[in-house]
Every structure is written in structure tokens, then in C-alpha cells.
């Protein structure tokens, strides 16, 4: 199973793809191959452009045994035919936005996404002489609108971080390939086992391997999954150029993580949703977001698009100020629940959003953008990564507060 077949099921995949036993020594466990380069019996070009396919490890930044063994995992985990693995989430969101885009293209970008997302397509792409224009993802109409001729890419993001609102991603597709777009999904939330992107029509598939792939809080990584060719060409660009790769060590971890991607994603749900049920009959709650509550304002979509709910849920402690007083004891009584950013580990993770605060930073979303953002997230939301442990003990500790 060294290479991908898409007849098996998700857990045999997750386990055995992209590994086989170690032809040297027989070891059953995939070898971690620290080398930055490689002793080669031909004379070859040292550029980007001389690599072709079946080209052998040359040089790290090429390429790394270990880490095209992870690379292997999470394409044949999204069934695309290729990923690219790289240094972080925000490398791999970089790669996408300047493999795809020129001074003068034009890109539609989520008007809510991950903070840092949100800040390159305000900020670092403009800069870069391409117009970008920021759009509520969850209006179709809206994103109808904002497509034009010239739209090179149109970047999603399902369910969104932090407020969980979710795209209706094969709608979008549709829309961005009746003018030759490339559409790419930041799917960290979801994971590959959450929804089916390919099938929804999703050329590029984005995932901070931070979050659930790895799954244990010990690495950082990022990858894209999706057609070789544009693979190909991502690789050239910000693997060999621009540099952002990915450690032989860190792949190596991630990998023993993506191994129980499958079984982890069922108990997060598992632990979720009990939770959700939860939070929802607290007095002191007064909002709770999660795809799988029938009181998701898109619940009909979650269950159309998705295959299964995850573990992050949003929710709401009143006003402002209760919002931050609720935050703060979080932070001085819970005994099991780390309150601390990041998610998709199997440790719970809480975070306190206020919505002022990320609309002066990240957003800055204005009029009917800024009230569709409110409409989920109030004044503030907590972010709860919801983890491994038992349901019981989760909300025992949640009950020392609210
Ligand atoms: C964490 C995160 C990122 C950034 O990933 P890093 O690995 O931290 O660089 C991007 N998108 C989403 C949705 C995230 O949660």
C-alpha cells in the first residue's frame, strides 16, 4: 500500500497509506529519514524545473522520503492525486495565494477566516498589486456577485474559524469554474473526514495538519491536496523558491497522528455533541454554534455537506463583559480543559474571541458583513476544541464556571 488505492476504507487508508515495511531492516513503523541531502549515481540539473516525475531525493527542500510518506497519507485520505506538505498552515495558505496569483489578478477570499488568513488577504495581497475582494462566503448571492471574468481564485473556508459558519462548497465550485476559477477550502476544521472536498468540486485543499491531522499538539505543519499538475507547480514555488518546508521530524509525528485521524474524528464528535446538548441547556449560555445541533441556522447544509460534525464548537456568555469575566474564570478554575489557542488535539482547548477586538485586528468588517459576523458570534465567542477525554469530565469542568 505504498502507493494510494481507493478501495479501501478510511481507517485502513489513514493507517497504511503512503508506508510500507521498511525494505532495509524489515521495521513495521515508517523509518525517519534527517537527511538534508542525497547521495546520487546521476549527473542532474539543480533547478525546480529539471525535477520530473520519478526523479529521485536530491536535496530536502525538494523533497523528503519522510515527508512524501505524509504527503502520501493525506492525498489518498482526500483521494486527490497529490499533496504538498509544508511548515505551517499559513505556508501552506501562502503557497495557494502566490503559486495562483500575479499583480493585477483578481481573488474572492472569505470576509471571516483563520485571523492570520484574514490579515494576508487584507493586507499582504494588496500589497502585492492583487485585488482582492472580501465576501460572506454563506451568501450565495454575495459570491455570485463578487466573481468576475477575470477571478483567478476563490478561497473558502468550511466551517469557518472561529464563528462556524459553513459554505455551501459545491455551490461556490460551481460558481467559480463557470469562469475558469481554481477554488481552494481551508478545511482544517472539518479535517479530511469531514467533508468530501474533492467531490464538492474543490481544486485545492487546504489543511493546517496542525490541528487534527497530527491531532496531539506537538507539531506545526500545513498541506494542499489536489490535481498533480497544480501540486507540481506549488511545489516549485514555495517548497524549492520560497522555502517554507516542512521537517522530516515533524512530518514523522503528523503522520503517527494522521494514522487515527478517522477513529479520533468519531469520538470528537462523539464528545461534541454531548457537550453541545449541554452547553444549550445552561441559563448562563445564550448562544451555542455547532453543525451537528439542529439549532445551527445551517443545519440542513452540515448535513447535506458533511460527514461528520467535528469538535469545535462556538458559543456565547451574554454581553462584552460577561463575556470576559466568564473567560477569566475559565482561566483561574478549570482543572482539566487548557485554556489556550490551537485546536483538533486530543487535549480540550477553550478561547475567549471578543468581537470587537477581531474586527479592529483581523476582519475590520463593516455594515451588512459585520451584522451577518455578529449574527453568530454576538459580542464574543468562546472556542471550544473538544477533546478526547470523557464527555462527563468536559462538562463537569465547564460546570465549575457557567
Ligand atoms: C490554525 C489555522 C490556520 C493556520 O495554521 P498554522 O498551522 O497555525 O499556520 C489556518 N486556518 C485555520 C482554519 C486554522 O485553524
Not at 99 to 104: E, K, N, P, V
Not at 116 to 129: F, K, M, Q, S, Y
Not at 252 to 281: D, S
Amino acid at each position: 500500500m505504498a502507493t494510494r488505492n481507493d478501495s479501501f476504507g478510511l481507517n485502513t487508508t489513514a493507517i497504511h497509506a503512503g508506508e510500507a515495511p521498511d525494505t532495509a531492516t524489515g521495521a513495521s513503523a515508517p523509518p525517519l529519514h534527517m537527511s538534508s541531502t542525497f547521495v546520487t549515481d546521476e549527473l542532474a540539473g539543480f533547478s525546480a524545473h529539471d525535477i520530473e516525475e520519478g526523479t529521485g531525493f536530491i536535496y530536502s527542500r525538494w523533497g523528503n522520503p519522510t515527508v512524501a510518506m505524509l504527503e502520501r497519507k493525506i492525498s489518498a485520505l482526500e483521494r486527490t492525486e497529490d499533496c504538498l506538505c509544508l511548515a505551517s498552515g499559513m505556508a501552506a495558505t501562502n503557497a495557494i495565494f502566490l503559486t495562483f496569483l500575479s499583480a493585477g489578478d483578481h481573488a474572492v477570499i472569505s470576509d471571516v477566516s483563520y485571523a492570520g488568513v484574514a490579515e494576508l488577504a487584507r493586507d499582504t495581497l494588496p500589497r502585492l498589486g492583487i485585488n482582492v475582494t472580501l465576501v460572506d462566503m454563506s451568501d450565495l448571492d454575495a459570491v455570485s456577485q463578487a466573481i468576475r471574468p477575470d477571478t483567478r481564485l476563490v478561497h473558502c473556508e468550511s466551517p469557518v474559524n472561529p464563528i462556524g459558519r459553513l459554505t455551501d462548497l459545491a455551490a461556490v465550485s460551481k460558481l467559480a469554474h463557470n469562469v475558469g476559477a481554481l477554488v481552494s477550502c481551508d478545511a482544517t476544521f472539518a479535517s479530511p473526514i469531514g467533508q468530501k472536498c474533492k467531490d464538492l468540486g474543490i481544486d485545492l485543499i487546504m489543511h493546517s495538519v496542525t490541528k487534527y491531522i497530527g491531532g496531539h499538539g506537538d507539531a506545526i505543519g500545513g498541506a494542499v491536496a489536489g490535481k498533480a499538475d497544480l501540486i507540481g507547480k506549488m511545489r516549485a514555488e514555495a517548497a524549492i523558491h520560497h522555502g517554507a518546508i516542512m521537517s522530516p521530524f515533524n512530518a514523522w509525528l503528523i503522520a503517527r497522528g494522521a494514522a487515527t485521524l478517522p477513529i479520533r474524528m468519531k469520538a470528537h464528535q462523539h464528545n461534541a455533541k454531548q457537550v453541545a446538548e449541554w452547553l444549550e441547556g445552561q441559563e448562563t449560555v445564550t448562544r451555542v454554534i455547532y453543525p451537528g445541533l439542529r439549532s445551527h441556522p445551517q443545519h440542513d447544509l452540515a448535513q447535506r455537506q458533511m460527514t461528520n460534525m467535528s469538535g469545535m464548537i462556538a458559543f456565547q456568555v451574554g454581553n462584552v463583559d460577561q463575556g470576559r469575566t466568564t473567560a477569566q474564570a475559565l482561566i483561574d478554575r478549570l482543572e482539566i480543559i487548557h485554556y489556550a489557542v490551537s485546536l483538533g488535539h486530543h487535549r480540550s482547548l477553550i478561547f475567549w474571541m471578543e468581537t470587537d477586538s477581531l474586527m479592529d485586528t483581523s476582519f475590520r468588517l463593516e455594515g451588512k458583513a459585520r451584522e451577518s459576523y455578529r449574527a453568530f458570534a454576538g459580542d464574543g465567542v468562546f472556542r471550544f476544541s473538544v477533546g478526547l477525554e470523557d464527555a462527563d469530565d468536559l462538562i463537569a469542568d465547564l460546570a465549575r464556571v457557567l
